[in-house]
Structures are given as C-alpha cells and as structure tokens.
C-alpha cells in the first residue's frame, strides 16, 4: 500500500503533461484500465501510474481491479470489451506467457484474443532467505549447501503455482540439484512476511518486494534474476554470476487491447504510453518500486510474447504442473 500512495500523491506533477496523442481525445467517456489484482498490488500500482499517464490526454482513465482466478478475470473481461479503445488490460507477465502452458481450460489465447501494445516497465525477481535460515547463509552457493544438509526446512514461498515465481524456484531446485518445497501464497508479499517471520525458509518476490525487508536487516537477497545486477541493489549477484544461468529472467507488465482494436488506435495508445513513461515523475514512481520503465512498441512486444512462450513451454512440461481450474 505504501508503492500506491506514492503514486496517488504524484498524480498532480504526473497529469500535469499536456496532451499526448490527439486519438485517445476520441474515444468518448472514461477509458477502463482492467488489472486482475486487487488495490496496493504491484500490477494496480503500474495500472495507476498509466492510467494517469494516459488520462493527460483529456479522457478520464479509471483503474478498475477485477481481482481473481490469477488475474485471468480481468483477461476475459478485456477479450470481451468493446475494440473502441473504451477498456484495456494491465497485467503482469505470467497471465500471457505461462498461464497457456499451465492451465488445461485456459479461456483465451494471449495473441489471439488480444492486441499486444507495449510493455510498462521490466523488473527482476529477487531471490531471499530469512531467519530459519543461519545467518551465514549469504549466497546462493550457501543455500544450496543448507538445503542439501536441510531438505525438511528448505520451502520457498512464492505469489502462487504456475507463475513465473513458482517456476523460478522449480528451476533453481533442478539446478542445484536439491529438493525445494513450494508454499504458494495469495500474493508474494504474503510469502515475504512469513519468510521474515521464519515461517518458511525461502521466497521469490519481484525485486521491490523482498529489499526493503533487506535493507531493514531482516532478509537476505541472495541473487537477484535480471541480465544484469540491478541499479537499486547493486551489490547483489545475478543469477548467472552464482552460476545458475538457466534461472536469468525480467518479469514485466504491459498492456493490451481486445484483439479488433484498430491499429492505428494500438500504436496512438502505444505511443502516448512511451511518451508519458519519459516523464521523470513516473520513472522516479517505478523506481521507487525497483522497476525501471521499458515501453517496446507493439511489435517488438509481440516478438518478446512469442520468445517467452516459447521459453515457458518446456519448462512448465518438466514440472509436470497443470491445472484443471
């Protein structure tokens, strides 16, 4: 909750951009910016911001949370709206790239159903131990070493099964060779709090998450998931430089349209994002969340689509998981 008060309380220096694509002054009344999380989520904090990005066009953009079923209440919800430019989606990665290969009656298909039209902003997963841990644990080698010697305690919690987080975790056990047990939560956060609370031993969180509770002494980040160590914590390895490369990942949220939307109405959308996204006010809200602002264009956000899809598919198999729900 304190990530979304930051950016209500900016919302008078964030709308004070003129307008920034005559197209959106089109559309008539308010624009719905659907996010399948509920209010004080990270998603509904990115919704926030672009909706309040967008609505200096001169349309009102109100976020509506349509919590849910992992966010894919929101996706059906979108897939049936209206392709005037009256509703659009805000969502996380995973719902798109992971949820195809996870669940058995998945009611919509990412690039079917839905028109990709950029990405907000790119985010690492943080990697982070607490006190059921010894306090000599401070690196991924480490925790290896402990969980081999403690595979009863080794848990890891994470925002829930078959999402990039649980998989993450999968993948580390895979690749260390160790045996992990996944405690899966109503939201990471929630796996945070328990794990500083020494309720379980692990959790994976996006960045922004799991630092503070560093940053206050109370956790430990041992890697973070970026390509790169991030510009908020650089001290703290990657992935790969802790020798598990297979594990390198962004998690991202952008937003679509219902699959008839025009595309010039795409790109205007698209566009208009980019632009307000260069506004230092918004880079410093997401920065204040360890995101850092990335807007692709429709189509190199499709081709990002299409690589993660195809990086998902095989791992999901692996593990065996599916849901029937």
């Known amino acids: 909750m304190i990530a979304r008060r930051t950016v209500l309380q900016a919302a008078g220096a964030l709308c004070a951009a003129g307008p920034l694509d005559q197209l959106l002054a089109q559309t008539p009344g308010s624009v719905r910016v659907c996010v399948g999380f509920p209010p004080g989520s990270a998603a509904d904090v990115v919704a926030r911001l672009a909706a309040l990005k967008l609505s200096a066009s001169g349309t009102p953009h109100v976020v509506d949370n349509r919590a849910g079923a992992g966010g894919r209440l929101a996706v059906d919800n979108i897939k049936r709206a ?17 949820y195809p290969h996870v669940y ?43 969980a081999k010697a403690n595979p009863g305690k080794a848990t890891f919690g994470t925002s829930g099964a078959g999402t990039t987080l649980h998989f993450t975790g999968w993948m580390l056990a895979q690749a260390a060779g160790i045996e992990l047990t996944h405690v899966p939560y109503r939201g990471s956060i929630l796996a945070a709090q328990d794990m500083v609370a020494g309720q379980i031993a692990a959790s994976i969180n996006v960045l922004g998450e799991v630092l503070p509770f560093a940053q ?3 956790a430990r980040v041992l890697a973070v998931s970026g390509p790169t160590r991030s510009r908020f914590a650089p001290d703290i390895p990657t992935v790969r430089e802790a020798g598990y490369p297979s594990l390198e990942s962004m998690t991202w949220f952008g937003v679509f349209l219902p699959a008839k939307t025009p595309d010039a109405l795409v790109a205007s959308v698209s566009r208009a994002l980019a632009e307000g996204l260069k506004d230092p006010d918004a880079r410093e809200m997401l920065a204040k969340m360890t995101m850092d602002a990335s807007t692709l264009s429709p189509q190199e956000f499709t081709a990002l689509i299409r690589r993660d899809l195809a990086r998902w598919e095989p791992v999901v198999k692996q593990t065996g998981y599916t849901s029937e729900d």
């Open 82 to 98: 209206p392709a005037d430019g009256s509703a659009m989606l805000v969502t996380p990665d995973a719902i798109m790239t992971i």
């Open 104 to 146: 058995k009656k998945l009611t919509y298909q990412p690039l079917v159903d839905l028109k990709p039209v950029t990405t907000l902003c790119m985010v690492p997963l943080g990697i982070a131990v607490g006190p059921l841990v010894p306090a000599e644990v401070r690196t991924v080698a480490d925790f290896v070493r402990w």
């Open 216 to 218: 206050a002494g109370k």
